[in-house]
């Protein structure tokens, strides 16, 4: 098997045993957030290129170097959503969703691809849970947005969690800092790493999120963003400190916190586990109140998150997950077809009554083909011959011999309490 066709570096093939695993993820997410008004949205895999590089930012890592773009046939350029918050507020402004009582609440599961360097908990694609309240600026919404995030994060047993937040006010505030800071790193240009000096004219707070040593020394006396806010986005911050007090959310206020998209304005959040190595971001988000406006709709404001569900599952307690019951093991005790089709309206049968089942589909002998049903553990096996069924209670060791067919069959097994 040496010429055997490997998987792209960075991606994982998702197998049955994993499957409940992640259904349980989305899972919790969905009664969660369906319970609190969200309810989910799916937006295609690609969109058109711009609308990551106008939101997401030309100078962030991952309009960059992260993106998967191509070009269709008639030489347009599109992207694999590397991210899901610019797809929805497309999909809010394309559908008119203003026009609903606002705020609107959307969420979804869905995969981003991003060309990042694979390592664990960090692939090219990846799922994320994520919630969007879009069309309304009320401290209240970021607050709840979070409780929720820390609701579920809980729930699903993630441990180690802390919550840094901090608030990057409106963009003329951001602009005036960025030249402070950007100031501020020219007067020790030579202490900078290569990147941070690369970055420093389009991204320089991409610089508190360096672990160069000089660059670490630099930034410990670089001035911060918190003390440039204007008075309104210093009330919003501090009234959502404030909810997330009373909720009895605990958080740490972080003025270096950093997020890698450009669209988030006011608040920024981001969960860490300690239970997580050097990819220790569980979940974070923010709000958005220019994002609708960059891509070319009305100033409408946003505030959400996303959490990555491969992350979810490093970080949570492992749960043994109960096994998938087949309640009826249909065994044929020959090949003639009126056996196999005897043995296959039953399946249908039970199936149409509700009552999982299986047939044997693998030409097993009839000694086989008990040991299959066993392996399975099959409460019921019936032994199908021709006309005559011959069904076995593995509980009790009774048996019947049922002549009148399937529609008989399932009239024991609902007389025993099933389908
Ligand atoms: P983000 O911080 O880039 O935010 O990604 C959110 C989460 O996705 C991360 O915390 C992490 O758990 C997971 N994640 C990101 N990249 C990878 C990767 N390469 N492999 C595995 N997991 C990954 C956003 O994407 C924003 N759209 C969040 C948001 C929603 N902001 C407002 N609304």
């Not at 960090?122 to 849970?129: A, G, L, S, T």
């Not at 030249?179 to 900078?192: I, K, M, N, P, T």
Request: glycine fraction near 10%; include cysteine.
């Amino acid at each position: 098997m040496s010429d055997l066709i490997r998987p792209p570096r960075g991606t994982f093939d998702i197998l049955p045993e994993q499957a409940p695993m992640r259904r349980a993820v989305v899972e919790t997410a969905r009664a969660t957030l369906e319970d609190a008004g969200y309810r989910r949205i799916e937006t295609p895999a690609f969109e058109v290129t711009e609308l990551f590089t106008r939101t997401v930012g030309e100078a962030t890592d991952i309009v960059q170097k992260e993106m998967y773009t191509f070009n269709d046939g008639k030489g347009r350029s599109l992207t694999l959503r590397p991210e899901v918050t610019a797809p929805v507020m497309r999909a809010y402004l394309d559908h008119g969703m203003h026009k609903l009582p606002q705020p609107v609440r959307l969420w979804y599961a869905s995969s981003c691809w991003r060309y990042e360097r694979a390592q664990k908990g960090r692939y090219r694609q990846f799922w994320q849970i994520g919630a969007e309240a879009i069309g309304s600026d009320d401290p209240a919404v970021d607050a709840e947005s979070i409780a929720l995030l820390a609701g579920i994060l809980s729930e699903l047993g993630v441990g180690g969690l802390e919550l840094r937040i901090a608030s990057l006010g409106d963009p003329a505030a951001r602009e005036a800092y960025r030249e402070v800071l950007r100031d501020h790193l020219r007067a020790s240009e030579g202490e900078l790493s290569d990147e941070v000096r690369s970055r420093l004219e389009t991204n320089p707070m991409r610089a508190f999120d360096s672990d160069h040593e000089g660059t670490r020394e630099v930034m410990k006396s670089a001035p911060l963003l918190a003390d440039f806010l204007g008075e309104e986005d210093r009330e919003h911050f501090a009234e959502v400190l404030g909810l997330l007090d009373a909720a009895g959310i605990a958080y740490e206020v972080d003025p270096t916190l950093v997020r890698g998209l450009d669209y988030y304005t006011r608040t920024v959040f981001e969960f860490t586990s300690a239970a997580l190595g050097a990819q220790s971001g569980v979940g974070g988000g923010g709000r958005y109140d220019g994002l609708a406006g960059q891509i070319g709709g009305p100033a409408v404001p946003g505030m959400g998150w996303a959490a990555g569900v491969e992350r979810i599952l490093l970080a949570a307690e492992e749960r043994p997950e109960p096994e998938p019951v087949t309640t009826l093991y249909v065994a044929t005790a020959d090949e003639s077809p009126a056996t196999r089709r005897a043995a296959f309206a039953l399946v249908c049968e039970a199936r149409r009554a509700g009552i999982t089942a299986q047939m044997e589909l693998a030409g097993r002998s009839l000694k086989g083909q008990r040991k299959q049903s066993d392996r399975i553990g099959a409460r019921f096996t019936a032994i199908v011959e021709g006309e005559t069924i011959v069904l076995e209670d593995r509980e009790d060791g009774e048996s019947w011999d049922e002549e009148s067919r399937s529609a008989a069959v399932a009239s024991v097994l609902r007389e025993r309490g099933l389908g």
